[in-house]
């Protein structure tokens, strides 16, 4: 009988620190976040449409006016990254812009090249090699495309002004709670 108990009292203790095993392990593993999306648009250009010359560098090269609607309650703060996934050496930054306060919700046309805004933001080195917003200058030929791409975050990026893409996409890493895209289109 005492051989019984044993065998039983044994086999529990291995289903519980078999329990606690999986339990363990759960936590160590990384949240997967799902992303939702909003709405990032421009009075100046649709969707997959041609974007103005006035803001490319055939023109004033002055960044377009956005709008962004929809994200979530709990967005801290905001950031944009700008590219050209066309270009012929491979993806080309145009504007890099973060720590945009939550309570923003657009761009004015033309932000200023600088890299602390009045509000807050703070702005990237894009492609250039500059600060802010570089306009649309691909080579003749076919149409490029320019991915507008705003993230919604859980937090304030803890980088100062004049960071690269790269920085702002690996400081903003698990904290995405969702994007918006705006795509426009532009050739010469």
């Not at 500059?130 to 691909?138: D, F, K, L, N, S």
């Not at 507008?148 to 990026?157: N, Q």
């Amino acid at each position: 009988m005492r051989k019984i108990w044993l065998t039983i009292i044994s086999a529990a203790i291995i289903i519980v620190l078999a329990a606690l095993a999986i339990y363990l392990t759960s936590l160590q593993q990384p949240k997967e976040i799902i992303t939702r999306k909003f709405s990032l648009t421009s009075p100046a250009f649709g969707d997959h449409e041609r974007i103005p010359d006035k803001y490319t560098c055939e023109g004033a090269d002055i960044s377009p006016p956005l709008r962004w609607e929809g994200y979530p309650e709990e967005t801290v703060s905001f950031a944009l990254i700008v590219e050209d996934p066309d270009a012929p050496m491979g993806t080309f930054t145009h504007w890099v812009i973060y720590n945009i306060p939550a309570n923003v919700n657009e761009l004015e046309e033309g932000v200023p090249q600088v890299e602390k805004l009045p509000f807050g933001a703070l702005q990237g080195v894009n492609d250039f090699n500059r600060i802010g917003y570089g306009g649309p200058c691909p080579p003749s030929g076919k149409p490029h495309r320019y991915v507008f791409k705003m993230y919604a975050l859980d937090i304030v990026l803890d980088i100062g002004p004049g960071a690269s893409k790269e920085e702002v996409l690996k400081a903003m890493s698990g904290h995405i709670l969702a994007e918006a895209t705006l795509t426009g289109i532009y050739s010469r």
